[in-house]
């Protein structure tokens, strides 16, 4: 089945200390997103890849980077996490041309120690 | 930028009765208007979305309306049931399609049997 799939589930860092969590889709889809839900919260977006073209949020901190090396696969490199980065970090994909709606992977749950 | 906000934020209703959850959002650009179910500890669900060319849209229970100039649209389910309860979020996002949502703070919504 097409899907978008997220590694890994749960990630526990140390504070300060990098991490990255990885993003694939098998959709083909164009457009892949990164949200940040934090507990008992609504997503928040953080930057989205149309194609190769990145686009940043005003308020996502400089912390939070992101690469996209091909279609299928999108990174979000967190360089020094802090306590506040927290959450539950959502993937979402979407194609331009069959309409606007995003699917979603299940997430990674991230801890920051 | 955008601003969407939700009402109530927790609702109880009667297994089979109706439940509305309301939305509005600030910026007159957006044009996309999805709705999603999120159960505890998973993905974000679509369940249904609509377009500003359009007013109402309904999918079995379940039926979005827009009203653009007063800048608000609303969710209705009817003939709740248990597996209803979840929290839902209404989005906004503006563009050519491949903007991200801004999220409004999500409805706990509770069915009582």
């Known amino acids: 089945d097409a899907m978008v799939i997220q590694n890994p589930r749960y990630q526990v860092t140390q504070f300060g200390k990098p991490v990255t969590l990885s993003c694939s889709q098998t959709?083909?889809?164009?457009?892949m997103y990164w949200y940040q839900q934090k507990s008992s919260q609504a997503p928040k977006l953080l930057f989205h890849?149309?194609?190769?073209?990145?686009?940043n949020e005003a308020d996502t901190p400089d912390n939070f980077q992101s690469r996209r090396p091909n279609t299928s696969f999108c990174f979000l490199d967190i360089r020094s996490p802090g306590l506040g980065d927290a959450a539950m970090y959502l993937c979402?994909?979407?194609?331009?041309?069959?309409?606007?709606?995003?699917?979603f992977g299940p997430g990674t749950r991230l801890t920051v120690l | 930028g955008e601003n969407v906000e939700q009402h109530p934020s927790t609702l109880s209703v009667q297994e089979g009765d109706s439940a509305v959850i309301k939305c509005t959002y600030s910026d007159s650009a957006s044009n996309y208007f999805p709705w999603y179910k999120q159960e505890l500890g998973k993905r974000p669900q679509l369940i249904i979305d609509?377009?500003?060319?359009?007013g109402e849209k309904k999918d079995q229970r379940i039926a979005v309306t827009l009203n653009k100039t007063a800048k608000h649209f609303s969710l209705h389910i009817t003939e709740t049931q248990p597996e209803d309860s979840a929290v839902y979020f209404c989005a906004a996002s503006r563009g050519g399609g491949a903007d991200g949502l801004t999220f409004g703070k999500g409805t706990h919504l509770i069915i009582q049997p």
């Open positions: 979402a994909t979407s194609r331009v041309t069959l309409g606007r709606e995003q699917f």
């Open positions: 609509i377009r500003s060319n359009v």
């Open positions: 890849y149309y194609d190769k073209d990145f686009n």
């Open positions: 959709l083909n889809h164009n457009v």
